[in-house]
């Protein structure tokens, strides 16, 4: 028999990055002193990874029941999977939390809150506004890791940590820490895997909107899942920035209320201003698998100071650059107005792709021509005044048709099909989209 080789690995308990010497300092994280020595023998990754790979094959998949989340995850949750959802305070990450318990206990399942942060008494108040309360969803105020890991035994189908950075581990030190936060995640992952039940943490973000706590965790977990949204309004975006089980990439769209997260159709964030006015021009976005009709509101005023420019959910680089095509290409005169440009129901146009839009928008508004709401507009605009061409196309038509659309305006470049009850005009420059837009007036 041949003998076995054994290396030193040093892996940051930060980053999970790994050195196959000692550096004092992490080549990845750039974090100090956090490189620990871990021995790894030859063979030893390619059989966990053969032994992953059937596991993979036989793991079963459980659809959570709430639509929106389970698109996200390519059709729910997988056995003995671990998932990290994060997102800022008050964006509505335990009210999702409880609403999957909820629907999953509904099927049948038996599902557990490991609540570390809020009461039984919280946890109810918080239940009682997503309705009536569902046989086998059990909840457990907690606030060791060995608690936690004792539930695991009760033949439970999804086990919910709110949240991992509350919880203790009395071997690693003080509470909330990097290193704390680490141990715990550690030793639900294990428990996990071990028991065959999904697990889901939640997890906070720093002042920067990014995941706190060390980035270790994101590679422990499966799938690191975000949601998104203004505080102050109702739309919350979902979506998977790591899965390993499915493409990334993909959205699901809800509503707060006052009885928690609604699932909602796309066709209803179309609903902006019904009124005949200048400056509302609409698009489409394109977000994993789906296409997003958008409403972009500009509003070009007489200063009361030095000229303005303010963008809200659409790129404020963009805006200015959009702004020097009009007057450069296309002889709008903006100079020293303010210029104020926003989009309706919440949704963010921040990609190129919306610039032929953007710049109408501002146009109708300097001008005061009036675009018919059944009319849509894509298009890159290049500071030639040129209209470049976007991806998925096609798609962004189908839906701008579904959708209730009956006109596009479009790049001269771009492949797709025709669309029924869907006139397509192609267009080489934004002055070309100006002129076929301009005939609707006030």
Known sequence: MGRVKVHNLFVCRDCGAHSPRWLGRCPSCGTWGTLDENAQRDGQGSAELSALGLGLEDAALIPTGVAEFDRVLGGGLVAGSTTLLY????????????????????????????????????????????????????????????????????????????SVSTLRDDEGGAGGTITQVRRVAERLCARAKASGVALVMIGHVTKDGELAGPR??????????????????????????KHRFAATGEVGLFEMGDQGLRAIDPASLRAGSDLAVPGVVTTLTSDGSRSFLVEIQALVASPSGPARRVAHQVSSQRLSLMLAVLEARCGVDLAGLDVYATTAAGLSANEPAVDAALAAAVASARLGFVVASDVVVVGE???????????????????????????????????????????IERCRSLSEVLAALQPVTL
């Open 87 to 162: 997102g800022e305070p008050g964006v509505g990450k335990s009210t999702l939390a409880l609403a999957l318990l909820t629907s999953m206990a509904r099927a049948g399942h038996r599902v557990l809150l490991a609540s570390a942060e809020e009461s039984l008494a919280q946890v109810a108040r918080r239940a009682r506004r997503l309705g009536e309360a569902a046989n086998g969803l059990e909840v457990a105020a907690l606030t060791h890791v060995e608690q936690v890991e004792a539930l695991f035994a009760r033949h439970l189908a999804l086990v919910v940590v709110d």
């Open 216 to 241: 270790a965790l994101e590679h422990l977990v499966d799938s690191v899942v975000r949601i998104e949204g203004d505080r102050r309004g109702a739309l919350r975006q979902v979506r998977a920035v």
């Open 381 to 423: 605009v290049g500071l030639a005044g040129e209209l470049r061409a976007v991806g998925d196309l096609a798609r962004r038509l189908r839906e701008a048709r579904r959708l209730g659309a009956t006109r596009a305006l479009v790049p001269q470049r771009g492949e797709f099909d025709a669309v029924p009850g869907l006139a």
